[in-house]
T-cell receptor, first 110, second 119 residues
Framework: RKEVEQDPGPFNVPEGATVAFNCTYSNSASQSFFWYRQDCRKEPKLLMSVYSSGNEDGRFTAQLNRASQYISLLIRDSKLSDSATYLCVVKFGSWGKLQFGAGTQVVVTP | DTGVSQDPRHKITKRGQNVTFRCDPISEHNRLYWYRQTLGQGPEFLTYFQNEAQLEKSRLLSDRFSAERPKGSFSTLEIQRTEQGDSAMYLC?????????????????FGPGTRLTVL
């Protein structure tokens, strides 16, 4: 079983619609949580950190449920430019190494 | 450009050859990480440096792999006797040692990666 599991998608979303997806993690010692965005053949880039109380950054809302060990991301008013792979990431260990899920592909269509 | 840079961006080699990749982190970042990403998967941690000290190595890092960061600035990752299974994107990331806010203290900034193809 993978440490961080995500639905690979693709999630096909009409422009302007809302899409939500989540991931689960198995390491209860995970310390911090993030969503990274990765465009095709590019490096991952931090989208947002995820806090226990939930947090919002513009059209993006992230939630963390430590008891159930899952993290969610919601994108409102989807733009064509939101098309990407979204990587669920947990930080653990002494040195801040990151553990990535395999990613959820989102395709926003006109 | 003040981001993380990696060289080369692409490398094609024949099985059995040795290859070396270079990573130049953001200048004030003393923490440096190497990850490997294969198609359809997320990046997997390989190794971690704090300044010049290599403090952690993943079990993924077989004895054919070696990494260095001799002066605590740039880092190299060498793969000896490459195998077809080594074909992947090799990503380098760096971050500061500062505590504090989630972006300034925790964010790992990734380089563009080196795409290795072993024929």
């Amino acid at each position: 079983r993978k440490e961080v599991e995500q639905d690979p998608g693709p999630f096909n979303v009409p422009e302007g619609a809302t899409v939500a997806f989540n991931c689960t993690y198995s390491n209860s010692a995970s310390q911090s949580f993030f969503w990274y965005r990765q465009d095709c053949r590019k490096e991952p880039k931090l989208l947002m950190s995820v806090y226990s109380s939930g947090n919002e950054d513009g059209r993006f809302t992230a939630q963390l449920n430590r008891a159930s060990q899952y993290i969610s991301l919601l994108i409102r008013d989807s733009k064509l430019s939101d098309s990407a792979t979204y990587l669920c990431v947990v930080k653990f260990g002494s040195w801040g190494k990151l553990q990535f899920g395999a990613g959820t592909q989102v395709v926003v269509t006109p | 450009d003040t981001g993380v840079s990696q060289d080369p961006r692409h490398k094609i080699t024949k099985r059995g050859q040795n290859v070396t990749f270079r990573c130049d982190p953001i200048s004030e970042h003393n923490r440096l990480y190497w990850y490997r990403q294969t198609l359809g998967q997320g990046p997997e941690f390989l190794t971690y440096f704090q300044n010049e000290a290599q403090l952690e190595k993943s079990r993924l890092l077989s004895d054919r792999f070696s990494a260095e960061r001799p002066k605590g600035s740039f880092s190299t990752l060498e793969i000896q006797r490459t195998e077809q299974g080594d074909s992947a994107m090799y990503l380098c990331a760096s971050r500061t040692n500062l505590a504090g806010g989630p972006v300034g203290g925790n964010e790992q900034f990734f380089g563009p990666g080196t795409r290795l193809t072993v024929l």
